[in-house]
């Protein structure tokens, strides 16, 4: 009796994705059995390159945060195992191999980390707490959902990790106005979500986050040895932090 090789679904949210899409599904080509892709309406070519692709499609009503968008994208793969990425990472084609091995010569049940390597305006990133950075990305469809967390969503599972080696790249920022508008996202994103938690802040403690993180990625993640790029990346972090605490004080004052 020949052993049916297991199926992998590969899922990604999107949101105005175009100029992001294309290279990430062409890094899937020929290795992966499912692409679903669920959006948040774009209103650029999106949906068209995904459909491109073959990706199965949903544009459903509303927005509900990172983690319910991503457990809707995981409802709608049927293949054994899934891989969720971004639209803007890519899968190597070293780690496309390791990926498929690695599922081939499962004997367990196991969910896989894999490390990321971060682009930051200009240049991959090797410090500033980017790196290593291993993020949990290949589970069995069944035994894993994505945590409620409106921003930084997580896989949770009870199954056992294992790392994988090769390297996810990760665009993240390609130039400094996008550093801005996703320290204006997340920051929002992070105070609505630390809000509904119960926390509160003032602009002293705003300042002191603030100086916090800078410190924390510049000299104990020694960010300092990314060069200007790993100080740009300090004052970005320090401004998401700042941002985020000083958007939890406005939103208490204007509830007053």
Same mark, same amino acid.
């Given at each position: 009796m020949t052993l049916r090789a297991p199926t992998l679904s590969v899922i990604v949210i999107?949101?105005?994705e175009a100029h992001n899409l294309d290279d990430c599904l062409m890094s899937l080509k020929g290795w992966v059995d499912e692409i679903v892709v669920v959006d948040s309406h774009s209103t650029d070519d999106t949906v068209a390159i995904a459909l491109r692709h073959g990706a199965k499609v949903a544009q459903p009503d509303g927005w509900p945060g990172f983690g319910p968008q991503k457990n809707r994208a995981l409802n709608m793969a049927t293949?054994?195992?899934?891989?969720?990425?971004?639209a803007d990472e890519r899968v190597t084609p070293a780690l496309a191999i390791e990926i498929r091995q690695a599922l081939a010569s499962s004997t367990q049940a196991a969910a896989y980390e894999i490390p990321r390597?971060?682009?930051?305006?200009?240049?991959?990133m090797h410090h500033a707490g980017w790196r290593p950075d291993h993020v949990?990305?290949?589970?069995?469809?069944?035994?894993?959902q994505f945590s409620q967390d409106l921003v930084h969503e997580r896989v949770v599972t009870t199954l056992p990790c294992k790392q994988l080696q090769n390297d996810l790249l990760h665009y993240? %920022?390609?130039d400094f106005s996008q550093v801005l508008a996703k320290v204006d996202a997340y920051s929002t994103a992070s105070a609505k979500?630390?809000?509904?938690r119960g926390k509160r802040a003032t602009v002293g403690s705003a300042v002191g986050h603030g100086a916090w993180a800078f410190?924390?990625? %510049?000299?104990?993640?020694?960010?300092f040895l990314d060069g200007g790029h790993g100080l740009a990346l300090a004052i970005s972090n320090a401004e998401t932090s700042y941002y985020k605490y000083l958007k939890i004080w406005a939103q208490a004052q204007s509830a007053e």
């Open positions: 999107t949101r105005n293949c054994d195992w899934v891989l969720s990425i971004d390597l971060s682009w930051y305006c200009g240049k991959f949990l990305r290949l589970f069995p469809r069944l035994q894993a993240s %920022y390609r979500q630390a809000l509904a410190f924390r990625t %510049y000299v104990l993640r020694a960010g």
